[in-house]
């Protein structure tokens, strides 16, 4: 809620998880929540996502231009991901419209700023329904 607001809000990571939280309740399913500013922590997080998660919703941030192991981590743990975006990331500067994640995932979602989480959950909830 403090960096660039006019981009991305003023809502917390408390606050977007709160919402997110609520709205897994309401539709019955299950979420949980990891923040973090290094590369290697998400890969290590998203590999131990395989065989306990159905689908992961993934705001990757600068690391989704650049990471091909988070791409690779998202491959290999065999995890339905929705990759989301707070921020039009297509509306900003060129180097922000390369995903290195996007082929990785089911489908991505930005511009919508914080209910950018709440519709990536609503994607993997409608995801799942359409699977069976």
Do not use: W
Request: hydrophobic fraction near 35%.
């Amino acid at each position: 809620g403090q960096r660039e607001p006019e981009i991305y809000g003023s809502l917390t990571l408390t606050d977007i998880e709160d919402m997110v939280r609520e709205h897994a309740t309401r539709h019955n399913v299950e979420a949980t929540f990891f923040q973090s500013n290094h590369e290697g922590e998400l890969v290590t997080q998203v590999q131990q996502s395989a065989g306990s998660y159905d689908y992961v919703v993934i705001n990757a941030a600068a690391y989704t231009h650049t990471s091909i192991a988070l791409k690779d981590a998202i491959t290999g743990a065999g995890v339905k991901a929705v990759e989301i975006h707070l921020s039009n990331v297509h509306a900003r500067e060129s180097y922000r419209e390369n995903s290195m994640i996007a082929k990785a995932c089911i489908g991505c979602i930005n511009g919508f700023g914080a209910s950018s989480y709440i519709l990536g959950l609503e994607a993997c909830i409608l995801h799942q329904k359409s699977d069976r």
